[in-house]
């Protein structure tokens, strides 16, 4: 086979896949994307072995991802998001210090010093907004209060999340922490975040009439996408995720008044790309290297411990709301993403875990990505029945 | 920069940059794609140097093509194509001999030997249906007899290009021509193309009733574009162009009775990625190395030769439809594409031609995809008035 076949047919294999996937999920009455993850597990190295992720597929995985986050910003608007501000918050700080409080426990617990603990355990922290809000759009709940909630949470985690990595990467290289880069850090990020919500929601409302007269059906749609790719890029050189950039970009494009035309027209788009994202994501579990009996306690062990964490912390933010809302925003949060597999790659590449450390923490993170999906929607069904 | 930071900055580059292209072209009256092509001129390498074309840039850049030509293709039908196939292939022989001629002859001029000479022909020959399909495309001409001749001359003109080029090949490699072998090659293609044609209308024309209870607003969306790049993997599989597939794919998706939402649901795709394969194929026109007079006279040379060829040949093809008809044929065969560029490469990479001349194949290539849409829409847009 030439490289263009090659390319091809790996690009032919996820779609398919995830289009069978979706299809058997959606009989079963779950949601698209956990069929879409479990075809990924399916064709993924360890089972059928008939894809591996090259550059051109992490890439349109990571773009489905994008323009999935940017289509829930669509969905949302500033204004509502700024009124669960508080609340997100406090969900946002306590489902970073329970997790990983917990995770820490569990790697001293299991033999590891305290520096590696803590590494391990920033693992433990950030929650994949992506999978969440994939759900939540899919059930047709995003217009609720305790979507809201979970969406600024998730914004709130990913600003911590990447404070924690700078610390504890500073704790393990032996360094000295430096505050003042770190502060630098933060504080940029915090400063683009608000800037673009401000700024950009107010530019965009000037700049509507502009879109109204547009020079194609797709100028308007074309634009945003651009600032879409151009938010998800700011994002990622602060260090942020690029999806956070994705989502801000659509919360300014929900400011304009081609909502309703922009949201129609990316809906093809979504339908053709965001099945990438799910499958890449469920074709890097490791089935293989989870065979034995012992390494599957483990596993069992450390996804409660998680889930727990997510549960608790993000559980008790939300209690203001109800018994009810606090378990949803608490379950929401539980898929944990890119973040945790960054943290154990990085840990593995530098020689702080062991390779069975490795599979665990990747197997966790990609297992509370599968968990969260069916039991969300189970609690919303019977909330609406 | 971090990878997905260089990543995601790519797409927005080429992304924007063709945007930018495609609205100024569009308020000269242009063509979108020349901006874009234009655009990827000023990005790549020669001028500004912004963008390299990674895997991904690549990738998006094909998919982009397949998509196009499947779009093309949903707007065709079989049996309007069948009705010109004599003509088509008239047209696709004579468009193939001529500037197989006219290109061996310059060669042995420049004092290449009679096999060398008759390999860099061969990079004279493969029409791009790509540009011209879009030009006719965005003129809204799609549906008139000149069209159908082009696209359905462009699939000959792909056989026997592949064909050519393995003749050349093996004289090149002082082998024995392999006669076998290039009839089964050229079998297996001429039986893929019936085989799919005429099956696969058969069968989807049988399967549109299952198509109308879709589990989702966007199944016989999904399940074309996996047919879509099924076929355009098939396709480049049996060495012809994957955008021969893809155009296969969509005259099949046509016969649905799914094919006006097909065609809707397709254009927010079509304006996300197309703009990705002329931005990329604009990037790779390597201005710097025609920077001496003496070589750009001799390119002025080849590429009106090239023109001439394919005016001369398709034209002469098409005569029976008369003047007008036929120019618009001959112009609208000019664009060279992947396969001149292919086989430039080749001859590079075997030392058959020194970089002097592989610069000077590959600006031939871009220059006539560059002068046709221009032309077209001139001669297109004078008929109108």
């Known amino acids: 086979m030439n490289h263009e076949t090659e390319v091809f047919f790996g690009l032919l294999v996820v779609f398919a896949a995830a289009q069978i996937g979706a299809e058997v999920a959606q009989r079963l009455r779950l949601p698209a994307l956990v069929g879409e993850i479990a075809a990924g597990c399916v064709i993924g190295p360890s089972v059928l072995d008939w894809v591996h992720v090259t550059e051109p597929l992490e890439m349109l995985s990571g773009l489905g991802a994008v323009l999935l ?18 609340s997100a918050t406090l969900v946002g700080v306590l489902g970073v210090i329970v997790p990983f409080v917990l995770g820490s426990a569990w790697a001293k617990w299991s033999g590891f010093d305290t520096p590696k603990a803590l590494f391990i355990a920033a693992a433990f922290v950030a929650t994949s907004a992506g999978v969440t809000a994939r759900v939540l759009q899919e059930l047709g709940v995003l217009d609720r209060t305790f979507s ?15 404070l924690l990595l700078g610390v504890v990467s500073a704790i393990q290289s032996g ?37 109204d007269a547009p020079i194609n059906p797709f100028s308007a749609l074309t634009l945003s996408l651009a600032l879409c790719l151009a938010l998800a890029d700011a994002a990622s050189y602060l260090g942020l995720a690029a999806i956070i950039g994705a989502f801000l970009a659509g919360l300014i494009a929900a400011e304009t008044r081609q909502r309703e035309t922009l949201s129609l027209q990316l809906q093809p788009i979504l339908a053709f790309l965001v099945p990438f994202f799910f499958v890449v994501t469920g074709s ?6 989870l065979s034995e009996l012992s390494t599957l306690g483990a596993l069992a062990g450390i996804t409660l411990l998680a889930v727990i964490g997510k549960l608790l912390g993000c559980g008790l933010g939300a209690w203001s709301l109800g018994r009810k809302s606090a378990l949803i925003v608490g379950v929401g949060m539980v898929p944990r993403g890119d973040v945790g597999i960054i943290v154990a790659s990085l840990g593995q590449h530098a020689g702080i875990i062991n390779n069975e450390t490795y599979t665990l923490l990747i197997a966790m993170v990609l297992l509370t990505t599968v968990v969260a999906p069916p039991l969300l929607s189970l609690i919303l069904s019977r909330e609406a029945a």
Chains 1, 2 share one sequence.
């Open 69 to 86: 986050l940017f289509s829930v910003g669509l969905e949302n608007c500033i204004g509502d998001l700024r009124k669960v501000g508080g």
């Open 148 to 162: 809201r909630i979970i969406l600024g949470a998730a914004v709130i985690d990913d600003i911590l999340a990447m």
């Open 175 to 211: 360094g000295a922490i430096d505050v003042t880069h770190l502060l630098i850090v933060l504080g940029q990020a915090i400063a683009f975040i608000i800037l673009i919500a401000w700024a950009g929601t107010h530019i965009m409302r000037r700049s509507s009439p502009i879109l």
């Open 284 to 289: 890097q579990v490791d089935l293989a290297g």
